[in-house]
T-cell receptor
Framework: EAQVTQNPRYLITVTGKKLTVTCSQN?????MSWYRQDPGLGLRQIYY???????DKGDVPEGYKVSRKEKRNFPLILESPSPNQTSLYFC????????????FGSGTRLTVV | SQQGEEDPQALSIQEGENATMNCSYK?????LQWYRQNSGRGLVHLIL?????REKHSGRLRVTLDTSKKSSSLLITASRAADTASYFC???????????FGTGTRLQVFP
């Protein structure tokens, strides 16, 4: 089944403890992106990647890092999480070259205490 | 930056009625997309309309796009309780590699 897989689904952590949220897609999509969703603010893009080793900042990149060493994986790294990073995170992917909709993962609900 | 603004923020209707949601955006776009999200779950792509298209249909969905007014509407005909979800418009602006989402419309369909 074609899908975007995020792990974990739920995560509670403490301020300052480094964490990684993984994202993997099995559709050979070039483009991958991370969003966070907060009440009243909708979805905001954190980082995106056009292809392997090509990443760029979205609208809210502060406090986050990403890497794209392989086409299928696009992990989101929080080096020193803070409570304002408590949010629902989504990874998404799509093919490039033509106009396509995005495929989203099921989300990761992160709580930083 | 938020590109799309949906209207209304929330909508409650009875099964069988039609639901109309509107989206306004700010910049020139390549295309506009609509997504559905069940509570706390991932977004599901519903339909995409290109900037040179004015109307598109998919099953019970009808999307219109007016680039002169920078607005779009999503019509769900003969709604069902299973259509209860949040609906988001998302724009693909010119000269960017981003998809920018609005804040969504919460649709509740009562049996």
């Amino acid at each position: 089944e074609a899908q975007v897989t995020q792990n974990p689904r739920y995560l509670i952590t403490v301020t300052g403890k480094k964490l990684t949220v993984t994202c993997s897609q099995n559709m050979n999509h070039e483009y991958m992106s991370w969003y966070r969703q907060d009440p009243g603010l909708g979805l905001r893009q954190i980082y995106y990647s056009m292809n392997v080793e090509v990443t760029d900042k979205g609208d809210v990149p502060e406090g986050y890092k990403v890497s794209r060493k392989e086409k299928r994986n696009f992990p989101l790294i929080l080096e020193s999480p803070s409570p304002n990073q408590t949010s629902l995170y989504f990874c998404a992917s799509r093919k490039t070259g033509q106009v396509y909709g995005y495929t989203f993962g099921s989300g990761t609900r992160l709580t930083v205490v | 930056s938020q590109q799309g603004e949906e209207d209304p923020q929330a909508l409650s209707i009875q099964e069988g009625e039609n639901a109309t949601m509107n989206c306004s955006y700010k910049t020139s776009i390549n295309n506009l997309q609509w997504y559905r999200q069940n509570s706390g779950r991932g977004l599901v792509h519903l339909i995409l309309i290109r900037s040179n298209e004015r109307e598109k249909h998919s099953g019970r969905l009808r999307v219109t796009l007016d680039t002169s007014k920078k607005s779009s509407s999503l019509l769900i005909t003969a709604s069902r309780a299973a259509d209860t979800a949040s609906y988001f418009c998302a724009t693909d602006p010119y000269n960017t590699d981003k998809l920018i989402f609005g804040t969504g419309t919460r649709l509740q369909v009562f049996p």
